[in-house]
């Protein structure tokens, strides 16, 4: 009995508890309780070595070239020793050409000399000034008319020259023949070359002097057996029929060489040996620029 009273005290305490936390202004509403977080750290990281980027390498740029051949058209020797600036000196006989020589653009020196000029003698020398990409030639030439026998073997040193310098074209047209003419002979007297039918192919022009390229006709070379040279004011033409040591005709030879790609050519009337005419037809051509057709001349009234 005195258990159950002590009981229901304890009930009626806490039922008084109960209703007075409701009457009161204090809030308890719950707060939620922050979230615990645990941090993260990033994760360490060896850095790895640091590489330069590589350098952007640009093509090596071509080396700029221009291109210088020798002709021997003296005909007061039967050789000259010919030095392009410092390097070494070789030899050309009458009417031979060098081959193009590669070059750098600028100031480069031609000296000629004759073999047999001895130890002391000073070469004779000319300046000549590339442009990139260039194509000249250079022809030295007796300044003055010999007598009336050229020299069949040089004596001592030259003297009296003069030199002929030429820009070559080494692009020819297409199916077609353009020719300049040089006149290195014998004779003040301007000079041109004709055909068999008296169609003139190509100058007057003055004695040491070259005439511009010109596109020849065809159809007139085609129909001719042969070239002649005439003079202003002389009493002789020279004929060239066939090539030097051969049957083979000069014109057939020259129409041979004609194709699709076209040929341009300098073609020089001069002398060598003791007095004897030659035609050389020399082509312009940037792989073989020596290469040459050559006819023997006949002196005709």
Excluded: W
């Excluded at 070239?227 to 009493?235: K, R």
Aim: aromatic letters at 6%; a negative charge.
């Amino acid at each position: 009995m005195q258990r159950t009273k002590i009981t229901m005290a304890i009930l009626v305490a806490l039922s008084s508890l109960i209703i007075g936390c409701g009457d009161s202004e204090v809030d308890y509403t719950l707060v939620p309780r922050p979230v615990r977080t645990v941090p993260i750290v990033a994760p360490t990281t060896t850095p790895s070595p640091t590489t330069s980027p590589s350098p952007t390498t640009s093509p090596t740029p071509e080396p700029e070239e221009a291109f210088l051949r020798v002709v021997n058209t003296y005909y007061l020797a039967r050789e000259l020793q010919v030095m392009i600036d410092d390097q070494a000196p070789f030899t050309l006989d009458q009417v031979e050409s060098t081959d193009y020589l590669t070059l750098t653009p600028g100031e480069h020196t031609v000296k000629i000399t004759e073999p047999n000029g001895g130890e002391n003698t000073e070469p004779i020398s000319t300046s000549v000034n590339l442009s990139q990409d260039e194509y000249l030639t250079v022809l030295p030439l007796p300044e003055n008319l010999p007598g009336r026998v050229v020299r069949s073997q040089s004596q001592g040193p030259l003297n009296g020259v003069t030199f002929l310098k030429l820009e070559d074209d080494v692009t020819p047209e297409s199916n077609s023949l353009q020719t300049r003419f040089i006149h290195a002979f014998l004779t003040q007297s301007n000079a041109e070359l004709r055909t068999d039918e008296g169609v003139t192919v190509a100058g007057p022009v003055a004695r040491n002097q070259a005439t511009d390229y010109e596109t020849q006709n065809l159809n007139v070379l085609s129909a001719a057996d042969f070239l002649f040279a005439a003079f202003a004011t002389e009493n002789f033409t020279i004929e060239f029929e066939t090539l030097q040591d051969s049957t083979t005709q000069l014109l057939d030879a020259l129409s041979q060489e004609l194709n699709q790609a076209g040929i341009n050519a300098t073609i020089i009337l001069t002398v060598r040996g003791e007095g004897q005419a030659v035609l050389v037809i020399l082509f312009d051509e940037a792989d073989d620029g020596s290469r040459s057709l050559i006819s023997e001349g006949e002196f005709t009234d």
